[in-house]
């Protein structure tokens, strides 16, 4: 491989970041342990949230992103994201975590 290859590869690699996000209930501020979280845009990551409600997403290109929360006991939820390169900041998401909570209200997305 040449040294032009090994640096553009390099290159590549350093521009993947991370995303990391907490997800709570929007109506009770519960963290949402348990739910499969999809990110899609220019890459693909997924991650399930831990007991805390807490995720991260590895190896995504920077950019705009479409976020899909869901689990068997929430109903699907989408949200919007930017990613940056050299971005750290932890970003906080509220689900609806009953599909008929007709107080639940979840901008950019929910039920």
């Known amino acids: 491989m040449s040294t032009a290859h090994i640096r553009s590869f390099f290159l590549a690699a350093l521009a993947l970041v991370a995303f990391s996000g907490h997800i709570v209930d929007a109506t009770t501020g519960q963290s949402m342990p348990k739910l499969s979280v999809h990110a899609t845009g220019p890459s693909r990551a997924a991650a399930t949230t831990d007991a805390h ?22 109903p699907p939820q989408e949200f919007d994201m930017t990613v940056k390169p050299g971005s750290s900041a932890t970003v ?11 107080h639940c209200v979840v901008p950019g997305g929910g039920a």
Do not use: A, I
């Open 92 to 102: 906080t998401f509220k689900v609806c975590s009953m599909t008929l909570d007709y």
């Open 53 to 74: 409600g807490r995720f991260l997403l590895k190896g995504l290109k920077p950019g705009t992103y479409t976020l899909r929360v869901e689990s068997d006991d929430v």
